[in-house]
């Protein structure tokens, strides 16, 4: 048997809402059925303290009292003198004890009560009135009594009431039942969909209902995750179909070249070891910048510290050897960043790697606040990113023809390596528009 915590939503839903009807029903089943016994006792007490008066004035009529009384219907009768001595009954009470003990006051109106263990009504209580009167033989006490109504009243009634109570908590149950099967059928169906959806068709989405409501809103958020789904398989495959021709070309390009000096007895050995270690060298820094995109994407970042960006900057510039172009600087001071201090420090290597690869002059590193973030400037004067192309060269393996003229063995992951850096510290890297030259610009939240 399934405990509570596996039953179904619309179970449990089904289940809540068929208690809380029970118990309404059985809260207003309670009501009538405590007006309805009310009802009928204030009936009754009426008939018996009315039967009371009948005797009374066929008393007040007689010199003296008959010791068998008139039957009054259901009433049963009996009169009793102060000292307790039962006097008169009517027919139904001959013969019998007193029904009631009770005294009521010498005032108009009588005394009236419940009465159990009744010897002539075994298993039964009376309702009953005590009233006193005055005849010729002296004062007397008048006592009527009925059986009291049980609490429920009148059968008939409480059988129709409580089997209107069932046949609507049936309905309660099978309409909310209803309600939310058909209220669930959305997710299902999103469920069913999404048990379809693989690697091999990520294009498919899950149905969003016409309704504005929850369910929309988890229809549209998975087509929305799907997308992102789809869009990361589509860059995964690109990536691995560049990585695979990137690393294929250089091995193959390797292989010919063996190949060609093994049949060649008069090769320069020591010509194709080095160019061979070039290709192996190239290889290396492909693979390790794939190693580093592949953290990037799979792992948190190290611990990060407080860090200030112009210094970061400077300790980097410091560590560079003196090229061809030189760098000039514009650091502020207390530019204070959150970041892991090894990958910022990357990024600016490889940022003034290219801008001293592209310089014809000079390369510019400014350092700055603007807006609540600290802004990295690296600037050169060369030829320049065309606007169609500032997002193109963050692409992995996305080389300019410029590119790889200048660095023929560079990887084309630089670029894209620096991005991931920036955008896993909640930061931005992009292209600007400058008078002269590529401006990449840095941006990362300030440490307040």
């Given at each position: 048997?399934?405990?509570?915590?596996?039953?179904?939503?619309?179970?449990?839903?089904t289940?809540?809402?068929?208690?809380?009807?029970?118990?309404?029903?059985?809260?207003?089943?309670?009501?009538?059925?405590d007006?309805?016994?009310?009802?009928?006792?204030?009936?009754?007490?009426?008939?018996?303290?009315?039967?009371?008066?009948?005797?009374?004035?066929?008393?007040?009529?007689q010199?003296?009292?008959?010791?068998?009384?008139p039957?009054?219907?259901?009433?049963?009768?009996?009169?009793?003198?102060?000292?307790?001595?039962?006097?008169?009954?009517?027919?139904?009470?001959?013969g019998?004890?007193?029904?009631?003990?009770?005294?009521?006051?010498?005032?108009?109106?009588?005394?009236?009560?419940?009465?159990?263990?009744?010897?002539?009504?075994?298993?039964?209580?009376?309702?009953?009135?005590?009233?006193?009167?005055?005849?010729p033989?002296?004062?007397?006490?008048?006592?009527?009594?009925?059986?009291?109504?049980?609490?429920?009243?009148?059968?008939?009634?409480?059988?129709?009431?409580?089997?209107?109570?069932?046949?609507?908590?049936?309905?309660?149950?099978?309409?909310?039942?209803?309600?939310?099967?058909?209220?669930?059928?959305?997710?299902?169906?999103?469920?069913?969909?999404?048990a379809?959806?693989?690697?091999?068709?990520?294009?498919?989405?899950?149905?969003?209902?016409?309704?504005?409501?929850?369910?929309?809103?988890?229809?549209?958020?998975?087509n929305?995750?799907?997308?992102?789904?789809?869009?990361?398989?589509?860059?995964?495959r690109?990536?691995?179909?560049?990585?695979?021709?990137?690393l294929?070309?250089?091995?193959?390009?390797?292989?010919?070249?063996?190949?060609?000096?093994?049949?060649?007895?008069?090769?320069?050995?020591?010509?194709?070891a080095?160019?061979?270690?070039?290709?192996?060298?190239?290889?290396?820094?492909?693979?390790?910048?794939?190693?580093?995109?592949?953290?990037?994407?799979?792992e948190?970042?190290?611990?990060?510290?407080?860090?200030?960006?112009?210094q970061?900057?400077?300790?980097?510039i410091?560590?560079?050897?003196?090229?061809?172009?030189?760098?000039e600087?514009?650091?502020?001071?207390?530019?204070?960043?959150?970041?892991?201090?090894?990958l910022?420090?990357?990024?600016?290597?490889?940022l003034?790697?290219?801008?001293?690869?592209?310089?014809?002059?000079?390369?510019?590193?400014?350092?700055?606040?603007?807006?609540?973030?600290?802004?990295?400037?690296?600037?050169?004067?060369?030829?320049?990113?065309?606007?169609?192309?500032?997002?193109?060269?963050?692409?992995?393996?996305?080389?300019?023809?410029?590119?790889?003229?200048?660095?023929?063995?560079?990887?084309?992951?630089?670029?894209?390596?620096?991005?991931?850096?920036?955008?896993?510290?909640?930061?931005?890297?992009?292209?600007?528009?400058?008078?002269?030259g590529?401006?990449?610009?840095?941006?990362?939240?300030?440490?307040?």
């Amino acid at each position: 048997m399934k405990s509570p915590r596996q039953w179904s939503v619309r179970l449990r839903l089904t289940i809540w809402a068929t208690a809380a009807a029970a118990l309404a029903c059985a809260v207003t089943v309670g009501f009538v059925l405590d007006g309805n016994h009310q009802a009928r006792m204030s009936d009754q007490l009426r008939e018996v303290y009315s039967a009371d008066l009948r005797v009374l004035h066929h008393l007040a009529r007689q010199r003296a009292v008959p010791p068998v009384l008139p039957d009054e219907g259901l009433t049963a009768m009996q009169v009793v003198d102060p000292s307790g001595r039962l006097v008169s009954a009517n027919t139904r009470m001959a013969g019998q004890p007193r029904m009631a003990f009770f005294v009521p006051p010498r005032r108009p109106g009588g005394m009236d009560g419940v009465v159990c263990d009744v010897p002539s009504f075994p298993g039964q209580c009376l309702t009953v009135a005590a009233m006193w009167i005055t005849t010729p033989s002296g004062d007397l006490i008048v006592y009527g009594g009925e059986p009291t109504h049980p609490w429920y009243g009148d059968s008939a009634f409480a059988t129709v009431l409580v089997s209107g109570a069932l046949i609507w908590l049936i309905l309660v149950a099978v309409g909310t039942h209803f309600l939310v099967e058909r209220a669930l059928r959305p997710v299902v169906d999103i469920a069913s969909e999404l048990a379809e959806i693989t690697e091999k068709c990520p294009g498919r989405r899950v149905p969003v209902p016409a309704h504005h409501d929850e369910i929309r809103y988890l229809a549209t958020t998975a087509n929305r995750t799907l997308q992102h789904l789809e869009e990361a398989i589509e860059r995964e495959r690109r990536f691995t179909s560049d990585v695979s021709h990137d690393l294929r070309t250089p091995i193959t390009g390797a292989r010919l070249r063996l190949e060609e000096a093994l049949t060649d007895p008069e090769v320069d050995w020591p010509t194709t070891a080095r160019e061979l270690l070039n290709d192996m060298e190239r290889q290396q820094a492909l693979a390790e910048d794939i190693l580093t995109l592949a953290r990037m994407g799979n792992e948190r970042l190290p611990p990060q510290s407080r860090a200030d960006l112009g210094q970061l900057a400077r300790r980097e510039i410091e560590r560079r050897p003196h090229g061809r172009v030189p760098i000039e600087t514009d650091l502020e001071p207390e530019v204070i960043v959150f970041c892991d201090r090894l990958l910022i420090s990357r990024l600016m290597a490889n940022l003034l790697d290219n801008a001293q690869r592209h310089a014809v002059s000079r390369v510019v590193v400014a350092v700055r606040t603007e807006d609540g973030t600290g802004v990295l400037v690296v600037a050169d004067d060369g030829a320049g990113i065309a606007p169609e192309y500032r997002e193109l060269v963050f692409e992995r393996f996305a080389r300019l023809p410029e590119s790889r003229e200048l660095d023929p063995h560079g990887t084309g992951l630089g670029l894209a390596i620096c991005r991931e850096i920036a955008q896993a510290h909640q930061g931005s890297l992009n292209v600007e528009d400058s008078a002269r030259g590529a401006c990449m610009v840095l941006r990362l939240p300030l440490q307040t």
